[in-house]
T-cell receptor
Framework: GAGVSQSPSNKVTEKGKDVELRCDPI?????LYWYRQRLGQGLEFLIY????????KSGLPSDRFSAERTGESVSTLTIQRTQQEDSAVYLC??????????????FGQGTRLTVV | KNQVEQSPQSLIILEGKNCTLQ??????????LRWYKQDTGRGPVSLTI?????NTKSNGRYTATLDADTKQSSLHITASQLSDSASYIC?????????????FGKGTKLSVKP
């Protein structure tokens, strides 16, 4: 696709339910990143993929959070048993590759998650 | 610990005025530094990217500078416009892979008033 696409753009869910957020990176981009941004706050790193592998999961806040990537393409971020503190915008970015000079990361528009 | 600090946290200026945003980092080893613009409700968009050998880079009315010795960068906005109102985020890459190579600052929120 022309850019990074995220779906849904908005999600309202009840506390305790599971949610799945989807990210379609730019075709050919091997690196994919997930971030969380709470209202008025900076970006918080969650996880990144190089290909289908996740070398760094250090940002996942709890074991309720998981992510996978298949076919070096689509990635899903799953939040189980959602809590109100999970309410935030979840941003996805992709780049040609991680760990190289001048690699630019392109961001999607984000999924706004509201847990009620 | 690799960190990126930005100042000021927020800034209000009048349309047509210039402003300068600051970024200090402790990231090592250093690979490159980027400035992103994030409009409210949108994803960040890249403005400039500089490696250690570059001192300055311009993108229209935006000019970024980098001093790799003092580990400081600045983003200068000339003749500000209302559309410049956004958060400006400094991102430093630590060539070595932590966090996928991208360390984010918390951003400076710029408001341009008529």
């Amino acid at each position: 696709g022309a850019g990074v696409s995220q779906s849904p753009s908005n999600k309202v869910t009840e506390k305790g339910k599971d949610v799945e957020l989807r990210c379609d990176p730019i075709s050919g981009h091997t690196a994919l990143y997930w971030y969380r941004q709470r209202l008025g706050q900076g970006l918080e790193f969650l996880i990144y993929f190089q290909g289908n592998s996740a070398p760094d999961k250090s940002g996942l806040p709890s074991d309720r959070f998981s992510a996978e990537r298949t076919g070096e393409s689509v990635s899903t971020l799953t939040i189980q048993r959602t809590q109100q503190e999970d309410s935030a915008v979840y941003l996805c970015a992709s780049s040609l590759a991680a760990q190289t000079l001048n690699t630019e990361a392109f961001f999607g528009q984000g999924t706004r998650l509201t847990v009620v | 610990k690799n960190q990126v600090e930005q100042s000021p946290q927020s800034l209000i200026i009048l349309e047509g005025k210039n402003c300068t945003l600051q970024c200090n980092y402790t990231v090592s080893p250093f690979s490159n530094l980027r400035w992103y613009k994030q409009d409210t409700g949108r994803g960040p968009v890249s403005l400039t990217i500089m490696t250690f050998s570059e001192n300055t880079k311009s993108n229209g009315r935006y000019t970024a500078t980098l001093d790799a010795d003092t580990k400081q960068s600045s983003l200068h906005i000339t003749a500000s416009q209302l559309s410049d109102s956004a958060s400006y985020i400094c991102v430093v890459s630590d060539y070595g892979g932590s966090q996928g190579n991208l360390i984010f600052g918390k951003g400076t929120k710029l408001s341009v008033k008529p």
